[in-house]
């Protein structure tokens, strides 16, 4: 494999290979998390709280 073009369906074949259902499971969860999180989650909360974070991290952003 190591000669072999790297290819989105070779680590798909290898992550099938080696990932327990449970780590797929909790994979699948996290991907549906992150992206009801964008769906629905509204602009400015998630600006605001980005911004607090920044700054506690000591970040200047404007």
Partial sequence: MAGDTDTV???????RAT???AQMAVG???IAALG???LFVQDPLV???L???RH???VTCH
């Fill in 28 to 30: 699948v969860g996290l």
């Fill in 9 to 15: 369906r070779r680590r798909i074949d290898h992550a």
């Fill in 56 to 58: 506690g991290a000591g």
């Fill in 19 to 21: 990932l327990t259902p």
């Fill in 47 to 49: 600006h605001d709280g």
């Fill in 36 to 38: 009801f999180t964008l």
């Fill in 51 to 53: 911004h607090n974070i």
